[in-house]
């Protein structure tokens, strides 16, 4: 639960910044991911849940990619920050 707020007290701090922007995107993503997480850990058979988890993930991957392109010091200070993996290069 300690994720949870964490994020919360990022959430809000990026309110001042656009919501179009691509870390409140991806900060937003985080949230409704850890959200579905734990929601599937209750219902493992929602199959649409986890069709809606599969989609968000690839919009957040996609996001991630993005910003490492674009703006690596920021990418990695997010990753860490939201205390998520960082992506895999091929």
């Known amino acids: 639960m300690v ?4 994020i919360s007290v990022i959430f809000q701090e990026k309110k001042e910044e656009k919501r179009g ?6 900060v937003s993503f985080t949230n409704k991911i850890r959200r579905l ?7 493992r058979k929602d199959y649409s849940s986890q069709r809606g988890l ?15 392109k674009k703006n690596r010091v920021r ?6 920050e939201l ?5 895999k290069n091929r």
């Open 54 to 68: 599969r989609k968000i993930l690839g919009k957040r991957q996609r996001l991630l990619s993005y910003l490492s």
């Open 75 to 80: 990418y990695k200070e997010l990753i860490s």
């Open 83 to 87: 205390d998520i993996r960082e992506l």
């Open 37 to 43: 997480t734990s929601h599937l850990e209750l219902h």
């Open 21 to 26: 922007s691509v870390d409140f995107q991806i």
């Open 3 to 6: 994720k949870n707020s964490f």
